[in-house]
């Protein structure tokens, strides 16, 4: 009795502890949700985000609108040439945004300043300006990503910003003026009623189906029985399935194809004139080509994930007759800045956003030969997860922008083997 007594006794403890660590787990709940980001960022794997393609120059305003106005996403993607092998070919994409749910609606959505409300062609090292107008439908505080979603591989995102929007979700309406002149109010509730109520009769003759041969038959209520009857009988010796039953099997068949055929005409009787659905691909138009300013070759990359501190070593050769100046790392969606807080606010949304340092940071005059290290340390590279540490391929990719001396810029790309490293091994030049 006394073994049995303390074996209860732990029981009760160990239930103590677990229902501890169980609250402590629901009070921490609000703390590491903040750290997770609205569309799952973090999710894909780091090769996803960083050989695939760059977001730049990404804006997103207003932040805060009312219901019925208007929210404008411009900036710029370009697929890599370093398109992962284990991927399919980029072929067709669709520039779209990633809201949670529709809390907007697309209003306008132009690719390098032509309209493009379908799918585009696209091509490795292609470039895609893109401008989309959103419409806010519900209130609330959203987190809105441009995105570019691409046959074969997924939606891969930009940046990302917090729009509030306020009011109430009854005050917003969509009218549509039709090509025979003809106005509808509000698209957003158009042919409710009927998409409602259609539905909702097929549903009754389903269950008054199902109500029949559950309720008065032997088909369920019986199943010992049934089972043994062969294949194609319909036992009307044990009164399985009587004349009665056909009957009203071919009146239930009827009734559908009624309601089918009704519903068929109430659609197209007051419309005579119809247009079939309508497929646009295209190949948006190049944009200027990018005067040629420098080329890069990697040195050596490191990485510390105890400080998220990123070291890039490249060397750099000055092709134009410019001295020029590196502004910019651009890596998938994140954009680290070499200069003052004013210049990274207007790189793009601030969670993505970084400084980078550079060493020497002095223009590269023309002909010269440089090699340049890049310092990154942020929060960016652990919450987005855009450093592959751990993978079987840890390669990064990135564009360095290069600005010279009186205008002109060119996006030069950078492929890094990275090495990840203890954050007291990275000291020295080359390293």
Not at 67 to 96: C, D, H, M, Q
Not at 120 to 148: D, S, T
Not at 229 to 256: E, Y
Request: glycine share 10%; hydrophobic share 40%.
């Amino acid at each position: 009795m006394a073994g049995i007594r303390l074996q209860v006794s732990r029981l009760r403890v160990d239930r103590r502890k677990w229902l501890g660590w169980g609250l402590v787990c629901l009070a921490l709940a609000p703390i590491t949700a903040s750290r997770v980001h609205a569309h799952g960022e973090a999710a894909d794997e780091p090769f996803l985000k960083v050989l695939t393609t760059a977001f730049y120059d990404v804006s997103i305003t207003p932040t805060e609108v009312n219901v019925g106005e208007r929210v404008t996403v411009t900036g710029t993607v370009r697929v890599l040439p370093t398109w992962p092998f284990n991927l399919n070919s980029p072929e067709k994409a669709y520039i779209t945004v990633t809201v949670p749910g529709p809390v907007f609606v697309m209003s306008e959505r132009s690719v390098n300043g032509d309209s493009a409300p379908h799918s585009i062609i696209i091509e490795k090292g292609g470039i895609y300006q893109f401008r989309m107008v959103l419409i806010a439908r519900q209130p609330g505080r959203w987190h809105v990503h441009p995105g570019i979603a691409i046959e074969g591989t997924g939606t891969l995102l930009g940046p990302g910003e917090y729009v509030t929007v306020n009011g109430s979700a009854a005050a917003f309406s969509l009218p549509l003026t039709l090509l025979d002149g003809g106005k509808i109010d509000n698209l957003d509730t158009y042919g409710a009623q009927f998409v409602w109520w259609f539905p909702f009769v097929g549903f009754l003759v389903g269950v008054a189906w199902m109500l029949w041969w559950t309720l008065a038959h032997r088909t369920i209520t019986n199943l010992a029985v049934t089972i043994q009857i062969p294949l194609n009988d319909d036992g009307p010796d044990i009164g399985l399935i009587t004349p009665t039953d056909h009957k009203w099997c071919n009146v239930m068949a009827g009734v559908t194809i009624v309601i089918l055929a009704a519903g068929w005409i109430y659609n197209v009787s007051p419309y005579p004139i119809r247009l079939p659905q309508q497929t646009v691909w295209f190949a948006p138009q190049q944009l200027p080509p990018e005067e040629k300013l420098a080329e890069a070759r990697p040195i050596r990359a490191t990485y510390d994930d105890g400080t998220d501190t990123l070291l890039l070593n490249a060397e750099v050769t000055n092709v134009s007759s410019s001295p020029i100046t590196l502004k910019q790392y651009i890596m998938g969606m994140a954009t680290f800045v070499n200069g003052d807080e004013q210049e990274q606010a207007k790189a793009g949304p601030s969670e993505f956003v970084g400084r980078v340092d550079v060493e020497p940071n002095t223009p590269i005059e023309p002909g010269a030969k440089r090699e340049l290290r890049l310092r990154m340390s942020s929060k960016i590279f652990s919450t987005v997860r855009i450093v592959p540490t751990h993978a079987p391929q840890q390669f990064v990719a990135g564009l360095l922008r290069f600005e010279k001396e009186g205008g002109g810029q060119q996006m030069v790309l950078l492929r890094s083997n990275i090495i990840p490293t203890e954050l007291g091994t990275l000291t020295g030049r080359g390293n």
